[in-house]
């Protein structure tokens, strides 16, 4: 999440590190997960296309599906797009670029929302073993054990989510809401947010730090090869798959955890659930708001496909569906 970038930006110092070269996994996949991967994707609503137009009454909507971290394959992407969002009114982003800078400010005065202030910190709360293993994988990062120790354990697992040569790339942040912040700074153009920062970080008090200490040392293991995961998925992106580049990431990294499948995607639920239906479900009443005028709804591609993605519920609410180009 664009978030997440922003914030680990904050704290980690960039450092020079080479680049991301991780490789496309799909072509390892046994005959069992090809078609575990085309099963679960049957009759999945609107599982293609990063650039769709919703239309009804005097509101047209141009919902882009993102990607936060930067790739110079986006580039061309933002040239294509230009000429037709640079006309827009208004834009809609998860959360501003202002509003994320503004929240700097607080965390300087108050950081509890992402660190551990008082109370145990996780080298007390995690096993020995799952804390050496998050441990090694800090360092590959470059994250000091001190400050791995002191982050909540759903920032820290977001962290380490990213492979290690993001972590340190100062320009990795630039994906393409950055980039779309751009264009409507270069035009005039207003920008919104969809949810406020204290409404996402809400979320992540519904479990308690022991719920989620016991959560991250589950997971410890499906943190590793990173660069190949996100290499995999950004490839369905770029393919316009992001359906597809869900369920992969779901994929690997249950095969990375060695976790028993049940287990794994009773994880991997509750994070869609809370980080994408949710948020979806508290999107849509704003989004259906926007009236009278031509507006790009700029989100995760994530959020777009699904029962509960933001085009299936548009079609609902009333509104005709097209593909654009992208």
Not at 50 to 65: F, P
Request: aromatic content about 8%.
């Amino acid at each position: 999440m664009r978030l997440f970038l922003f914030l680990i930006g904050l704290l980690l110092p960039a450092t020079a590190h080479a680049a991301c070269e991780g490789r496309d996994l799909r072509e390892d996949f046994t005959p069992e997960i090809r078609t575990e991967l085309d099963q679960a994707l049957i009759d999945w609503p609107y599982p293609e296309g990063n650039h769709w137009v919703a239309t009804k009454g005097n509101a047209v909507l141009h919902l882009i599906g993102t990607l936060h971290v930067n790739y110079p394959r986006m580039d061309a992407i933002v040239a294509r797009l230009t000429p037709t969002l640079s006309q827009v009114d208004a834009f809609y982003f998860e959360v501003t670029q202002d509003e994320m800078k503004a929240w700097e400010k607080e965390l300087a005065l108050d950081p509890s929302p992402i660190l551990i202030t008082s109370g145990p910190t996780l080298i007390d709360l995690l096993p020995e073993e799952e804390w050496a293993t998050l441990s090694s994988a800090m360092v590959e990062r470059g994250i000091p054990s001190w400050m791995g120790a002191k982050m909540r354990p759903w920032f820290l697992g977001m962290t380490l989510a990213m492979p290690a040569c993001l972590m340190q790339d100062p320009t990795a942040n630039h994906g393409l809401d950055a980039r779309l912040t751009e264009v409507a700074e270069a035009y005039g153009i207003q920008q919104f947010s969809l949810e406020s920062i204290k409404e996402l970080m809400a979320m992540f008090e519904i479990h308690t730090i022991e719920e989620q200490a016991e959560s991250l040392a589950r997971m410890v293991n499906a943190y590793e090869n990173t660069d190949d995961q996100m290499a995999t998925m950004a490839n369905a992106y770029f393919d316009e798959n992001h359906a597809q580049s869900m369920e992969l990431g779901r994929i690997i990294a249950r095969e990375a955890s060695g976790m028993a499948h049940e287990m794994f995607d009773a994880e991997w639920n509750a994070f869609e659930q809370h980080l994408l239906i949710e948020r979806n479900n508290n999107w849509m009443p704003r989004i259906l708001e926007i009236q009278d005028q031509t507006a790009v709804i700029a989100v995760g591609a994530g959020h777009l496909s699904g029962p509960h993605g933001l085009l299936n519920q548009l079609q609902r609410a009333g509104y005709t569906l097209s593909r654009a180009p992208f």
